[in-house]
C-alpha cells in the first residue's frame, strides 16, 4: 500500500487553547497515532502514561503517551498519542481511524467514511 498524508487538527484533551493543523502520516499498521516530543511540547502535551510500543524492527520500548483529540474534516476522536523521539513521523494510528469511523482508500489515497460494525448478541 502506499503512503500518504492527510492534515488533521489536534490537541490535548481538556485544552482550551485551539486546535493545531499538522500533516500526519496515515498508518494503519500502527495502533496508536505519534507526534514527535519536541512538536507535542509545543502544542502543551504533558505526557500522564507509557506504553509498551513495538517497532517495525520488533523491538520494544516504553514510551510516554497522552490523551488527544484529533480531528480529520468534520470527524473527531479522543486517543491516545504516543509522544516519540524527535524526528520520528507524525503518525496517524489505527484506534483514531477506526473511532472517527474512517477507512482508508489506498489506490485512490484517501480517508472515507465506514459505517461502525456491529456483531449481534445471540
Known amino acids: 500500500m502506499g503512503t500518504f498524508t492527510v492534515e488533521v487538527t ?4 481538556g485544552s482550551s487553547s485551539p486546535s ?3 500533516k500526519a502520516l496515515v498508518d494503519t499498521g500502527a495502533t496508536l497515532c505519534q507526534l514527535p516530543e519536541a512538536i507535542a511540547q509545543a502544542l502543551g502535551f504533558v505526557p500522564d502514561h507509557t ?8 523491538t520494544l520500548q516504553e514510551r510516554p503517551a497522552c490523551w488527544a483529540e ?8 479522543l486517543t491516545p ?3 516519540g523521539p524527535d524526528g ?3 503518525l496517524l494510528g489505527a484506534v483514531a481511524l477506526e473511532v472517527m469511523g474512517l477507512k ?6 484517501i480517508l472515507e467514511p465506514t459505517p461502525y ?3 449481534p448478541a445471540d
Open 10 to 13: 489536534i490537541r490535548p484533551v
Open 51 to 58: 506504553v509498551t510500543v513495538q517497532d517495525a524492527h520488533g
Open 104 to 109: 482508508v482508500d489506498p489506490v485512490r489515497k
Open 20 to 22: 493545531q493543523a499538522i
Open 88 to 90: 520520528c513521523p507524525v
Open 117 to 119: 460494525l456491529l456483531t
Open 81 to 83: 498519542v504516543i509522544l
Open 70 to 77: 484529533v480531528q480529520y474534516q468534520s470527524r473527531r476522536a
